[in-house]
């Protein structure tokens, strides 16, 4: 296919093989990794990230079980494959960060570079307010009991709180004892100070991992990505022996080959293909051009893939066998807690009911006293229900997971570990998020040249840490999921789109087979080919799509902690304020629409010198 | 005279029946649930059990009342179930006026571990129908946990920021310690090297070969 748009001069702005060949050789200023180990580790590290544990999960089991496996493989291999080896070549190629590739290409697309950038800076300030919840929970840790195990009492020591009597301990631990989540996002209330601590502890580990940009980066990673492994084997084996695990992992694998008949099945599953494999942020293409020229870059894209799709199936397990667990408890309690009712009621000796005669004994007294029974409000204990709360999100990490911690011995010790995970878990996709950051910011001089790594990553930090107060304010947790919503998702479509494009029509998928030729020795098989040039652009075109008009048709509404709710404690659904509209502007459609704008500004710009470029000619002649 | 004790023995027994019964003004409904407590360990329900129960609840009327001899005749169980729960009621020593509710309530508040220890069980296995045992505060240590780790962690990050800023400068500075060393010793020996001669010239900037490439 000779389908390439017209791009005079690409060759005088990007480096031919002899120049590679001899920056090679050269021990240039360019940062570069120690070893090949430290460059995939931090790649894992990027891609891995929270959402493998409580994202994925989830969107498993409610998308058929064991059948979700099916799109996710095959999406995983037809558009995440793909869009890797894309940003991995143009990035060992280019050898620059996100805005240089861009700008070398194509002047006109520094845009996207700049889209990247703000995408995300923007969800590096939500990410690192989540991390600052979880060094929250993290430094509670280190107590027994727990603090989230016990409910403050009333006034007069006869009853607990009424707000922790209705919802749970660990509910009132998260949203009014961490959060101080007020009822709605206008509501702003004060600062939260001990999350304002957290976000300084945050925001600094952060800077100090990043300090020197990659060479203390890449010391950091052989803890942050590597842990998580180690502590998920430990939770998969105290997991696997609890009462009730395999329940869940049950629950988590029953396939229902139904499902896949619905669309909205293979969307969720390209979605998550995409932002589980960080594209579009930035950061992948500044890993890959600290790498030798001449690094295998294809093998990486295939062993990256196939790690993220086994550790995503690895953290289900582990995450299911301890909700399991927990939906087991609670269904053991409730039964409990019925037969005793049954005993109170009508008075019969202690043992006549068991767990393997209530349903029978129900059965049998509620045919022969069925108003007293009735009277008796007796609660229907539903296993499927239990198995299916709250499990994504915040949710999980923080309320359902830290439930079933104190259920088991030893509670401390597990939560510090669960904790620690999800600390190292989200450390090392937010330095990729900060390489995404700095280097764009350091490629658009909008920093002195002379000022070192240091301060551009210390700035950077501060400045993020400042912005991210809005997230410490008791409206917050609101705050933070608006983000998640709108920053995380329209805009990395877009750009991932326009990346593709970019690729292969503006520089020339011939040119990048003659470039991976260059680097690898070999050229890539039909199957890049179709997929670089149809399959994967298609698919991102179709998500996209979809994904704009189901927002679109979607009533604005978010979950609100609201105690004076009557359902409390389920939160509330309740619709945004209107200004909110210019917050989502903002979010989303800013870095969307920075990519033709800027585009269109260029060009403003480039008529306008040559207007006055003639007329300073003729100035010059007639003097 | 055996007829007239008879005669008020039966009066007694059919006012205590009167006094206690289910749902009673001043009673209390009591429920024991031993077999939940205390597993194989349990210990099976009488009579025996019945006047322990008596004896300990008119322990904690006379503690409460400081004094007034309550015995356990002054206790009156009745609506005994094979749930064992049963109503009881209380009295004044030698008359049958009633003790008041909430008297009985802050008595049996007031002992309500040494009943409980009595028979083995605790609040929750031992219930009285409307007297809330008092919770216990939940733990909270003096100074909280998280922000010892915290500190720890603060401060771990911030000597490792300062000794990652200081520790460049600290070997630039023994680098040119070092050269002006080398320097001086090479002076002492007297010999005037070009470096050094190149170092006390003009640098002219004409001559400067800054580019390794020349552009073509």
């Known amino acids: 296919m000779r389908l390439v748009l017209p791009n005079p001069g690409l060759d005088l702005r990007i480096p031919n093989y002899e120049d590679l060949e001899k920056m090679e050789k050269e021990d240039g200023d360019r940062p570069k990794w120690d070893n090949k180990v430290q460059y995939i580790l931090t790649c894992v590290g990027f891609c891995i990230g929270i959402g493998n544990v409580w994202r994925f999960p989830y969107l498993c089991q409610t998308h058929g079980g064991g059948a979700f496996l099916i799109p996710y493989i095959i999406l995983l291999v037809l558009e995440g494959l793909p869009l890797l080896l894309l940003e991995f070549g143009i990035g060992q190629r280019l050898r620059k960060g996100s805005v240089g590739v861009w700008s070398a290409i194509n002047p006109y697309l520094t845009g996207v570079g700049i889209a990247s950038m703000l995408v995300s800076l923007l969800i590096g300030l939500y990410y690192n307010t989540l991390i600052a919840w979880i060094m929250w929970y993290l430094f509670n840790s280190f107590q027994g009991p727990l603090p989230w195990t016990q409910c403050p009492l009333n006034d007069n020591r006869t009853a607990f709180i009424s707000e922790c009597q209705q919802s749970s301990t660990v509910d009132y631990y998260f949203y009014r004892v961490t959060l101080n989540a007020s009822a709605s996002i206008a509501d702003s209330g004060g600062l939260q100070w001990p999350i304002v601590i957290c976000l300084l502890a945050a925001w600094t580990v952060v800077c100090i991992c990043y300090i020197r940009g990659i060479s203390t980066s890449g010391k950091a990673v052989y803890v942050t990505a590597l842990l998580p492994y180690v502590v998920l084997a430990i939770f998969l084996i105290r997991g696997l022996t609890l009462k009730g695990a395999m329940n869940g992992v049950k629950y988590l694998f029953t396939p229902d080959v139904d499902e896949l008949m619905n669309p909205t099945t293979w969307l969720d599953a390209g979605a998550q293909v995409f932002y589980a494999f960080s594209l579009a942020w930035g950061g992948l293409i500044s890993f890959s051009s600290y790498n030798p020229v001449h690094n295998n870059c294809m093998q990486d894209a295939v062993i990256l893939t196939i790690i993220t799709g086994l550790t995503s199936i690895y953290a289900a397990t582990v995450t299911y066998t301890v909700i399991g667990f927990r939906a087991t408890g609670k269904y053991d309690t409730c039964i409990s807690e019925n037969i005793r009712t049954l005993l109170n009621g009508f008075e019969l000796p202690e043992d006549s009911i068991t767990a393997s005669n209530y349903n029978a004994a129900l059965h049998h007294l509620n045919s022969s006293y069925p108003d007293t029974v009735f009277g008796l409000d007796i609660k229907t204990c539903d296993m499927q229900k239990l198995l299916s709360e709250g499990v994504e999100g915040t949710g999980l990490a923080f309320i359902v997971f830290t439930e079933a911690i104190t259920k088991m011995p030893g509670s401390p010790a597990w939560s510090v570990l669960f904790f620690i995970m999800l600390l190292c878990l989200g450390l090392s996709t937010l330095f990729g998020n900060i390489e995404g950051v700095v280097v764009p910011l350091k490629d658009l001089n909008l920093f002195p040249k002379k000022w070192p790594q240091e301060s551009l990553t210390g700035i950077t930090c501060l400045v993020s840490f400042i912005i991210c107060l809005l997230f410490a304010q008791q409206s917050g947790f609101y705050w933070v999921t608006l983000f998640d919503n709108f920053a995380g998702s329209i805009p990395l479509l877009t750009i991932g789109l326009t990346e593709m494009i970019a690729v292969v029509y503006i520089y020339g998928i011939d040119r990048f087979n003659e470039d991976i030729k260059f680097m690898i020795g070999k050229k890539p098989c039909i199957f890049w080919q179709i997929s670089l040039r149809f399959t994967s652009p298609l698919i991102l075109l179709v998500i996209l799509v979809f994904y704009l008009v189901t927002q679109a048709q979607q009533e604005l509404t978010y979950l609100v902690w609201d105690p004076d709710y009557e359902e409390f404690p389920t939160l509330a659904s309740v619709p945004y304020p209107s200004w909110i509209n210019v917050v989502i502007f903002v979010l989303a459609g800013i870095p969307s629409l920075v990519v033709p704008v800027y585009a269109l500004c260029r060009l403003v710009y480039v008529r306008c010198k040559k207007k006055m470029k003639p007329e300073k000619e003729k100035a010059r002649e007639i003097a | ?216």
């Not at chain 2, 998280?146 to 000794?163: E, H, N, P």
């Not at chain 2, 002076?187 to 190149?198: F, H, N, P, Q």
Request: net charge negative; with cysteine.
């Open chain 2, 1 to 216: 005279m055996l007829e007239k004790i008879l005669l008020l023995l039966s009066l007694s027994f059919s006012v205590a029946e009167e006094l206690c019964k289910p749902g009673a003004a001043e009673g209390y409904k009591v429920r024991f649930s031993i077999k939940t407590a205390l597993g194989d360990q349990a210990y099976p329900w009488s009579k025996n059990e019945m006047f322990l129960f008596r004896a300990a609840l008119a322990f904690a009327m006379r503690d409460y009342t400081n004094g007034e001899e309550f015995g356990v005749s002054d206790i009156h169980p009745c609506d005994e179930t094979e749930r064992v729960s049963f109503w009881f009621v209380v009295t004044r020593p030698n008359t049958t006026d009633l003790v008041d509710k909430g008297t009985v309530e802050m008595a049996i508040k007031k002992s309500r571990n040494r009943i409980n220890g009595a028979f083995l069980l605790t609040d929750q296995t031992l219930e009285f129908d409307g007297i809330y045992p008092t919770l216990a505060a939940p733990v909270s240590p003096d100074t909280p946990p998280w922000l010892i780790v915290f500190g720890v962690v603060m401060g771990a990050v911030s000597v490792g920021i300062i000794a990652l800023l200081v520790y460049p400068l600290v070997q630039r500075k023994l680098k040119k310690n070092k050269d002006a060393d080398d320097e001086d010793s090479d002076e002492e020996t007297g010999v005037k090297t070009a470096e050094i001669g190149a170092n006390d010239g003009i640098y002219n900037s004409t001559f400067s070969d800054d580019e390794r490439f020349t552009q073509m």
